[in-house]
């Protein structure tokens, strides 16, 4: 596949900002951006780089084994950290604030760990597409100073998937996905035992062979969320039965199935005007 002169022009400007920032950690999730970033890293300064892995109960262990995986592929030198978001009330309670929170604790711990090992500088993989949505993540990016390379190369998310799909690379169409807490309706406390109902139900639905998908914990409430092109095999009573049969026991009193199918930060919708406006 070639590239346009447009994107080519793109990938070499990312190329040289990776240069002129040094020794860089890579905050790595092993999503398509963090990962193409971290490769991109890799191949502009070699070990000068490293990716780093925040480690806590919100991140699902098949991520965690996934992320690991590729690093590993690739030659791409990873290194895990533990995070302590759950212990910070803020994040806990669970408002509109708690990507914030979520975000200002890894930053910490990766600006200590820099530190330490005398790295230059810290990136992520926003990108320019997520300008366009509610991220409050962004803005602890902001106040710990963190390079935002995909972001200043304007690299869309498609164009993202494009580059990373003319390096070979296999996450280049890997569906989307967030930490489990962000499964969570806004105002109910995250909690162990909610993220580990929301990753279970989760890895379910992965063994039945669905694709792109949420759980959505509303209490007593599962809506689970599907991609439109895979709803229809959703939608039937054999499905419903097994949907039922895996979520009940998890603890939830209702099972139910979103018609809208899967939305990325569709909990967003639920937040006020005026909530939306004091986060961000």
Same mark, same amino acid.
């Given at each position: 596949?070639?590239?346009?002169?447009?994107? !080519?022009?793109?990938?070499?400007?990312?190329?040289?900002?990776?240069?002129?920032?040094?020794?860089?950690?890579?905050?790595?999730?092993?999503?398509?951006?963090? !990962?193409?970033?971290? %490769?991109?890293?890799?191949?502009? *300064?070699?070990?000068?780089?490293?990716?780093?892995?925040?480690?806590?109960?919100?991140?699902?262990?098949?991520?965690?084994?996934?992320?690991?995986?590729?690093?590993?592929?690739?030659?791409?030198?990873?290194? =895990?950290?533990?995070?302590?978001?759950?212990?910070?009330?803020?994040?806990?309670?669970?408002?509109?604030?708690?990507?914030?929170?979520?975000?200002?604790?890894?930053?910490?711990?990766?600006?200590?760990?820099?530190?330490?090992?005398?790295?230059?500088?810290?990136?992520?993989?926003?990108?320019?597409?997520?300008?366009?949505?509610?991220?409050?993540?962004?803005?602890?990016?902001?106040?710990?100073?963190?390079?935002?390379?995909?972001?200043? !190369?304007?690299?869309?998310?498609?164009?993202?998937?494009?580059?990373?799909?003319?390096?070979?690379?296999?996450? %280049?169409?890997?569906?989307?996905?967030?930490?489990?807490?962000?499964? =969570?309706?806004?105002?109910?406390?995250?909690?162990?035992?909610?993220?580990? *109902?929301?990753?279970?139900?989760?890895?379910?639905?992965?063994?039945?062979?669905?694709?792109?998908?949420?759980?959505?914990?509303?209490?007593? =409430?599962?809506?689970?969320? =599907?991609?439109?092109?895979?709803?229809?095999?959703?939608?039937?009573?054999?499905?419903?039965?097994?949907?039922?049969?895996?979520?009940?026991?998890?603890?939830?009193?209702?099972?139910?199935?979103?018609?809208?199918?899967?939305?990325?930060?569709?909990?967003?919708?639920?937040?006020?005007?005026?909530?939306?406006?004091?986060?961000?």
């Amino acid at each position: 596949m070639s590239l346009s002169p447009d994107l !080519a022009a793109k990938r070499a400007a990312l190329e040289s900002s990776l240069r002129a920032l040094g020794r860089t950690l890579i905050a790595y999730s092993g999503g398509v951006d963090s !990962a193409f970033l971290a %490769w991109a890293a890799h191949q502009a *300064v070699g070990d000068d780089m490293l990716a780093v892995i925040a480690d806590s109960p919100s991140l699902a262990r098949t991520h965690l084994k996934d992320a690991l995986a590729f690093a590993t592929e690739q030659g791409i030198p990873v290194e =895990i950290i533990a995070t302590a978001e759950l212990e910070r009330s803020e994040y806990v309670q669970n408002d509109g604030s708690r990507c914030f929170h979520c975000k200002d604790e890894l930053f910490t711990v990766m600006e200590r760990f820099r530190t330490s090992h005398g790295f230059n500088c810290i990136a992520y993989g926003v990108n320019l597409d997520d300008q366009g949505d509610f991220r409050p993540g962004q803005q602890a990016a902001r106040q710990h100073h963190v390079a935002a390379p995909l972001l200043e !190369a304007a690299l869309s998310k498609q164009e993202i998937r494009e580059l990373a799909r003319d390096a070979g690379l296999r996450v %280049w169409d890997k569906p989307a996905s967030a930490c489990l807490s962000s499964r =969570i309706e806004y105002g109910r406390p995250v909690t162990r035992e909610a993220l580990s *109902v929301v990753e279970q139900g989760e890895d379910a639905l992965r063994g039945l062979g669905f694709r792109q998908f949420r759980v959505r914990h509303h209490g007593e =409430i599962v809506r689970i969320e =599907i991609a439109q092109d895979e709803l229809p095999r959703a939608l039937t009573p054999e499905m419903a039965a097994e949907f039922t049969r895996i979520f009940k026991p998890l603890g939830f009193q209702f099972v139910t199935l979103d018609l809208e199918g899967f939305r990325s930060g569709s909990m967003n919708s639920l937040l006020s005007v005026e909530q939306l406006r004091r986060v961000g």
